[in-house]
Structures are given as structure tokens and as C-alpha cells.
């Protein structure tokens, strides 16, 4: 047996601190996260796992890296001329997933105090966001203000104090990301060892704060994850394939159909529906006609920073492209173009059959996986841009929380 088999101290500990570490850098807003996470997988990286591919190629995860290789190597023609997002993508995917591993990785007691200390984050991370959106942000925007130099709110004009209160709802909007993302793990890991109380419990704290904060896309995610979870649990492997493949094929599809579809939707409904989604369907129509421009090889890496054009909705003027297209699937093709949409498509096709088909799968882990998963791609779908690295860093933490969950048996 390999020291991971029997729960090595090397993968526990560095487990452990990230879990610890992770309740409180959520709570504060989650853009630590990622750095956490990397630097627990840097540590607890399972050096053994090279012996099983010599067993098992494991050709999704090679799929994978020729994706996020193209991806990098599309910045030489980009505009954007700055590397940081690049090196960021190319180093953190890697140790976000190897923090994964070690998760799955972890035996007898460093899989019993992980496990602990999983459900510690994500209760303690669920609690203080709940008690912020209880009592209207108060904590955070006590903070924030001291942070800021001692600012007085009081004091402040009407408009900087708007703008400082919108900052504030990002912060901890983005904070209720990551937990949208563990609750589910969480919730399963509870229900699993006799307390279904808690687990119910993370599920409704999880609402309240997906509905908090003035970030809708949060909403969206946590009932969608939901729903899918649930159907996930009833057909586990069934339900994962094909959660994989529409996602694959989203990557193909949507960039050809959206764009022509927020054209063509009547003014009554745009008028209809909130003004942050009115304008979404102006940037998907102006990120379909910029891709085709240059469909094979995209604009290249990050180029969405710096393409821009003006636009005006309800009298309000705004950009067209304000730093992505808030779609993955039109992002990728604007930037890495049909070639990077390709690669993707294939990976997420041959991910989804080794986790449908992997042995120790239990309808557990098959709901929790299904529900980060599907969550997540609401995330990125409607609102974030796919490169960045304090989301990505999130669902590897959350992933990690599912490993946790598998039947039985050595996990492969």
C-alpha cells in the first residue's frame, strides 16, 4: 500500500489547512481562495498517481492540457498584451485538480478529520453569510470601511456611499459562489453520516444567500444545482453523462444559435426582464458577430479586455464587451475560436464517461459531483469569465469535498 492508501500525513495536513483556511476567506469574499487551494494541491500533491498512469492512461486528462496549452498559446496574437491571467490558468488548473486528488486520495483517520473539517468550513461559511444577509452586510461593510482607512460612512455623499454598498454586495456575492458550490458535498457528506438536519439545513442557508447579495446569477445556480442533483441521485450515472455531454455540446452549439436568438427576442420581453439581463443579450449579440471574424484561432487569450464597442440600453450607456462576454461558451470561441471550442467539447465528453463509469461511484457522489458541476456551469454560463482563477480555485474546493463521498474501495 502506498502511504496515500493508508491516509499519508503529507496530503492530510495540507487537506486539513486549506478547509480550515477556506470558512473564513469565503465569508470574505472568496478571491483568496484560489491561492489556497493551489498551495494545498502544490503540497499534497500525490506523487504515486504517476504509477497508475502507467496502468490507466488517462486520456481526458491529456485531452485536457492540449485544451489549456491552446488556450495559452492563443495569447501570442492576442491584443491583450499582459501574461498575468495566462500563467495563473496555466499553473493553477493543474494544482486545483491535483487538491481533487489528494481528497480522493486520503484514507482512514486524514479522510475522517478532512471530512470534519469540510463540513466545518462550509457550516461556518454558510453561517456568517447568513448572518450578513440578515442584517444588511453589516459586518463586512464594518470592515471594509476600516480596511479603506477609517472611512465614515455617514459622512459619505449619496453616490460614493451607493457605490461603496454595491462593492460591498460583490464582495460578499462572490463569497456565496463557493459555498453555492460546497454546500451540495456538504450537505451529502452530512446526510451520509446520520444527520440529515444538516444537511437540509446547508441547503436552505444556501437558498437564502443565493438570493442575497443583488447577484441573480446565484439564485439561478443554487435551484438549477438543485433540480439536477436530485434527478442525478435517482439515475447517477445515466444523469452524468449526459450533464457532461450537453455541456460539451453547449460549446459547439450556443456560440451559433445565442447570438441570432437575443436579436431576435421582442422589445416587450427585453423590456420585461431586469436591465442587467437586457444587456447580456446585447453582448452576446456583438460577441457573435466579433468571433467570426476570426472563427478557427480566435482573437487570442484575454482579447475581450481590450475589444470594445458602445452600446445603450434604457438610456444608459455601456460597453459591448465589458472584459468577457458573460457566456463560456462564447468566450471560449471568441478567444481560442473553434479550435479551442473542439478541445474543450472532447475533454468534457471523455471526463464525463470516466466519472459516469468509475467503479466507486456512489448516488452520493454522483448528486454532489452533479450538483458543483451544474452549478457551476450556471456560473460561468450567465455571468463569469471562464479564466478566472478565484472561481476555478472554488470548484476545485468543492470537487475536493466530493471525493469524500465514493463508495467503498480504492478510488482510482
Not at 146 to 174: N, Y
Not at 217 to 245: D, K
Not at 285 to 296: M, N, S
Amino acid at each position: 500500500m502506498t502511504t496515500y492508501e493508508t491516509g499519508g500525513a503529507r496530503a492530510g495536513i495540507s487537506v486539513m489547512v486549506v478547509f480550515i483556511l477556506a470558512g473564513l476567506l469565503i465569508s470574505a469574499g472568496g478571491l483568496m481562495v484560489a491561492p489556497l487551494v493551489f498551495l494545498g494541491g502544490l503540497f499534497a500533491f500525490p506523487i504515486s498517481i504517476f504509477k497508475d498512469f502507467r496502468r490507466d492512461i488517462p486520456w481526458e486528462a491529456l485531452v485536457a492540457t492540449l485544451f489549456i496549452a491552446w488556450v495559452c498559446v492563443t495569447w501570442f496574437w492576442s491584443p491583450y498584451d499582459k501574461p498575468d491571467q495566462m500563467i495563473k490558468l496555466a499553473l493553477g488548473i493543474p494544482f486545483y485538480a491535483a487538491f481533487a486528488v489528494a481528497c480522493a486520495r486520503l484514507r482512514g483517520r486524514w479522510k475522517a478529520r478532512a471530512e470534519s473539517l469540510f463540513l466545518f468550513a462550509t457550516m461556518g461559511a454558510a453561517l456568517i453569510l447568513l448572518l450578513e444577509s440578515f442584517t444588511g452586510s453589516a459586518m463586512t461593510t464594518t470592515v471594509k470601511a476600516a480596511l479603506e482607512g477609517g472611512l465614515d460612512l455617514e459622512a459619505m455623499a449619496p453616490a460614493t456611499l451607493v457605490d461603496f454598498q454595491i462593492r460591498v454586495s460583490q464582495s460578499l456575492g462572490h463569497g456565496a459562489l463557493p459555498l453555492i458550490l460546497m454546500a451540495g458535498p456538504a450537505a451529502a457528506l452530512a446526510w451520509r453520516e446520520g444527520g440529515p438536519l444538516i444537511g437540509l439545513t446547508l441547503i436552505g442557508i444556501a437558498i437564502i444567500v443565493g438570493f442575497s447579495f443583488s447577484i441573480s446569477v446565484n439564485a439561478v445556480a443554487v435551484l438549477f444545482a438543485m433540480v439536477i442533483a436530485a434527478a442525478t441521485y435517482w439515475r447517477p450515472r445515466g444523469m452524468l453523462s449526459g450533464l457532461f455531454g450537453a455541456m460539451a455540446g453547449a460549446f459547439v452549439v450556443i456560440p451559433l444559435i445565442l447570438p441570432g436568438l437575443a436579436t431576435m427576442l421582442p422589445q416587450s420581453i427585453r423590456n420585461s426582464i431586469p436591465a442587467s439581463w437586457d444587456i447580456r443579450l446585447d453582448i452576446w449579440a456583438f460577441a457573435g458577430e466579433t468571433l467570426q471574424e476570426r472563427l478557427w484561432t480566435g482573437w487570442g487569450f484575454d482579447a475581450s479586455r481590450v475589444i470594445s464597442q458602445d452600446g445603450m440600453v434604457r438610456g444608459q450607456a455601456y460597453e459591448l464587451l465589458p472584459l468577457h462576454p458573460h457566456n463560456a461558451p462564447l468566450h471560449v470561441w471568441l478567444e481560442t475560436g473553434l479550435i479551442g471550442s473542439m478541445l474543450l467539447t472532447f475533454a468534457l465528453v471523455m471526463i464525463g464517461g470516466r466519472v459516469a463509469g468509475a467503479p466507486q461511484l456512489s448516488r452520493l457522489q454522483a448528486a454532489a459531483i452533479a450538483w458543483v458541476v451544474s452549478a457551476y456551469f450556471v456560473f460561468i454560463f450567465f455571468s463569469y469569465g471562464i479564466w478566472q482563477e478565484w472561481h476555478l480555485g472554488a470548484l476545485g474546493l468543492a470537487l475536493g469535498g466530493t471525493m469524500f463521498l465514493g463508495a467503498k474501495g480504492r478510488a482510482r
